[in-house]
């Protein structure tokens, strides 16, 4: 078999998958199965980079292997290093415990699959052989969905998209005690303010988010205020604020925007590691909107992109799939 030919059959799959990515989030990018085909679309991409390699196609398989080893043996390393930076800057509340205690799960897991790796070989007692095999794979299989989870997320923020909006919807989030945006809040009002000013016919901002019992006033109101201050024109912004979760949010910011008459071609701003829990709950509202994400502080990003996992898996649905995925990962060993 030539060079080329090495390289069309190892094309196929690699094309197959992306073409299946492309076609699912073309129609759908809050889809929780993009995650999966972006996943094996990656994979699929190896042997593919490999071909391309010619005669070093097998040297060009090591080093990405140790590549991909070495990124395997640092995530564990890099969340518990981020909980103990958490912890330090953000507080002693048990959120910002999340990244290190995910941190010390996976640790386990690659831990018991070294150990798996050495006993199999050796005359240990079967029963200890087979719990670290349970262990080591279950913790794998969660890794890898959280793995899938990330590069999607990750993979939204680089996407490109229209600028021509004529709405845009600012997440709310907690306020100052003195009423004024945090940095969480106005980066999000930044990234908006950039929308605005890049789009050639100017959108309409929609803050949006209601007043909690510690604050002076409504979230919406705190960022009106601020896009205010950065030469916003007051016409061009329209407050929704009675909401108090991100579905109320969306929800009520979507029966604001239809009450007004002519295109609703929407845009919804939230720090990026939200933006795909957002876009779930705009396609249950039926609700047409391109995800944009601000940036957050990079030790901030673990945490909530863990809390946001979690979340995501709180729905029945997910979470079925999510034990149905873990018990087929299972079921040879306990079969066995």
Same mark, same amino acid.
């Given at each position: 078999?030539n060079?080329?030919?090495?390289?069309?059959?190892?094309a196929? %799959?690699?094309?197959?998958?992306?073409?299946i990515?492309?076609?699912?989030? @073309?129609?759908?990018?809050s889809?929780?199965?993009?995650?999966f085909? &972006?996943?094996?679309?990656?994979?699929?991409?190896?042997?593919?980079?490999?071909?391309?390699?010619?005669?070093?196609?097998?040297?060009?398989?090591?080093?990405?292997?140790?590549?991909?080893?070495?990124?395997? &043996?640092f995530?564990?390393v890099?969340?518990?290093?981020?909980?103990?930076?958490?912890w330090?800057?953000?507080?002693?509340?048990?959120?910002?415990?999340?990244?290190?205690?995910?941190?010390i799960?996976?640790?386990?897991?690659?831990?018991?699959?070294?150990?798996f790796?050495?006993?199999?070989?050796?005359?240990?007692?079967?029963?200890?052989?087979?719990?670290?095999?349970?262990?080591?794979?279950?913790?794998?299989y969660?890794?890898? $969905?959280?793995?899938?989870?990330?590069?999607?997320?990750?993979?939204?923020?680089?996407?490109?998209?229209?600028?021509?909006?004529?709405?845009?919807?600012?997440?709310?989030?907690?306020?100052?005690?003195?009423?004024?945006v945090?940095?969480?809040?106005?980066?999000?009002?930044?990234?908006?303010?950039?929308?605005?000013?890049?789009?050639?016919? %100017?959108?309409?901002?929609?803050?949006?988010?209601?007043?909690?019992?510690?604050?002076?006033?409504?979230?919406?109101?705190?960022?009106?205020?601020?896009?205010?201050?950065?030469?916003i024109?007051e016409?061009?912004?329209?407050?929704?604020?009675?909401?108090?979760?991100?579905?109320?949010n969306?929800?009520?910011?979507?029966?604001?925007?239809?009450?007004?008459?002519?295109?609703?071609?929407?845009?919804?701003?939230?720090?990026?590691? @939200? $933006?795909?829990?957002?876009?779930?709950?705009?396609?249950?509202l039926n609700?047409s909107?391109?995800?944009?994400?601000?940036?957050?502080?990079?030790?901030?990003?673990?945490?909530?992109?863990?809390?946001?996992?979690?979340?995501? @898996?709180?729905?029945?649905? @997910?979470?079925?799939?999510?034990?149905?995925?873990?018990?087929?990962?299972?079921? %040879?060993?306990?079969?066995r």
């Amino acid at each position: 078999m030539n060079y080329f030919e090495n390289v069309w059959h190892a094309a196929i %799959p690699a094309l197959f998958f992306w073409l299946i990515f492309i076609y699912s989030m @073309h129609r759908n990018r809050s889809r929780y199965r993009n995650t999966f085909f &972006l996943m094996l679309a990656g994979c699929s991409s190896i042997p593919f980079l490999c071909s391309l390699a010619g005669k070093y196609a097998a040297t060009t398989f090591i080093i990405l292997l140790l590549l991909i080893i070495l990124l395997i &043996l640092f995530v564990p390393v890099g969340l518990i290093w981020n909980g103990i930076l958490m912890w330090r800057r953000e507080g002693h509340s048990l959120g910002n415990l999340l990244s290190l205690a995910f941190g010390i799960i996976i640790g386990i897991g690659e831990i018991a699959t070294f150990i798996f790796v050495l006993l199999t070989g050796s005359l240990v007692v079967d029963q200890w052989t087979a719990f670290l095999s349970h262990l080591s794979q279950g913790l794998i299989y969660v890794s890898l $969905v959280f793995v899938a989870f990330m590069f999607y997320c990750l993979f939204l923020q680089i996407i490109p998209h229209k600028r021509d909006f004529d709405y845009v919807i600012i997440h709310g989030s907690g306020l100052k005690k003195d009423g004024t945006v945090t940095k969480l809040l106005e980066d999000r009002c930044d990234k908006a303010i950039e929308v605005y000013r890049k789009d050639p016919t %100017p959108p309409i901002l929609v803050p949006s988010g209601g007043q909690g019992a510690d604050e002076v006033c409504s979230e919406a109101m705190a960022i009106k205020n601020y896009l205010l201050s950065q030469g916003i024109p007051e016409e061009k912004i329209k407050m929704e604020d009675q909401s108090t979760t991100t579905w109320e949010n969306l929800k009520f910011s979507k029966m604001l925007i239809e009450s007004f008459p002519g295109r609703h071609y929407v845009a919804l701003v939230t720090s990026n590691y @939200h $933006v795909y829990r957002a876009l779930r709950y705009c396609s249950k509202l039926n609700f047409s909107c391109t995800g944009i994400g601000s940036r957050v502080a990079s030790y901030y990003w673990p945490s909530a992109l863990i809390r946001e996992f979690v979340a995501i @898996h709180r729905e029945p649905k @997910h979470l079925i799939l999510f034990l149905v995925g873990y018990m087929l990962v299972l079921a %040879p060993m306990l079969i066995r």
